[in-house]
C-alpha cells in the first residue's frame, strides 16, 4: 500500500498557490492508519525515549497512537489557555500573525529522553516551539518525527542538531 496515495491533495488550500496536504483521507482507511503508526514506529525503532510529545490538534493524532504502539507516554502541548496546571509557554510566527503553544511545567523530567512527532513538517515553527518547550524543561530531544515532510519549504533546517525522520515527503 502506498501511503501518499491515501493524503488528499487540496489545491489553492487555505489559500491560493497552497497545495494542502490533508490527512484526514489516510486518517479514516484503518489499514492505512494502522501501517503509517506502525512504519513510523519501525523508522524510530533505534531512537531512544521515555515520552512522546506532540503538539496541538494533528501532532495529537500522529503522536499519540505513536507512543501507544513504542510502549511510552504522551504529552500534549496545547495552544495557551487550554491546560489547567502551571505552564510553560513559547511564541511561534504564523503566515498571518502569532500564536502560542503551552506544556505543563512538570511535564518533562530533566534530562528524560523526548520524541517529538507531528503530523507535518513544513517551515518548522509550530515545532520548533515544540522542542524549544521540551528543552526550556530540561528534556533532551532524541528525534524529532513527522508523518509528512514538505521538503521544498525547508523545515528541517530550523531543527538542525536534531534527528529528524519524516515518514512521507513530498
Do not use: C
Not at 19 to 30: A, H, S
Not at 78 to 98: C, D, F, I, N
Amino acid at each position: 500500500m502506498d501511503l501518499k496515495d491515501k493524503i488528499r491533495v487540496i489545491p489553492d488550500f487555505p489559500v491560493e498557490g497552497i497545495r494542502f496536504k490533508d490527512i484526514t483521507t489516510l486518517l479514516k482507511d484503518g489499514p492505512a492508519f494502522r501501517k503509517a503508526i506502525d512504519d513510523m514506529a519501525e523508522m524510530l525503532k533505534g531512537v531512544e525515549a521515555d515520552v512522546v510529545v506532540g503538539p496541538e490538534a494533528r501532532g495529537f493524532l500522529i503522536g499519540a497512537p505513536l507512543a501507544y504502539k513504542l510502549g511510552k507516554g504522551f504529552i500534549p502541548v496545547r495552544k495557551t489557555g487550554k491546560l489547567p496546571a502551571e505552564v510553560l509557554e513559547a511564541t511561534y510566527e504564523l503566515e498571518y500573525g502569532k500564536d502560542k503553544l503551552a506544556i505543563h511545567k512538570d511535564a518533562i523530567e530533566p534530562g528524560a529522553k523526548v520524541l517529538v512527532v507531528d503530523d507535518l513538517l513544513a517551515t518548522g515553527g509550530t515545532i520548533w516551539s515544540t522542542v524549544d518547550l521540551v528543552l526550556q524543561l530540561g528534556g533532551q530531544v532524541t528525534g524529532i518525527a513527522f508523518l509528512i515532510e514538505l521538503t521544498y519549504l525547508d523545515g528541517r533546517e530550523k531543527l538542525a542538531g536534531h534527528p529528524v525522520f519524516s515518514l512521507l515527503e513530498f
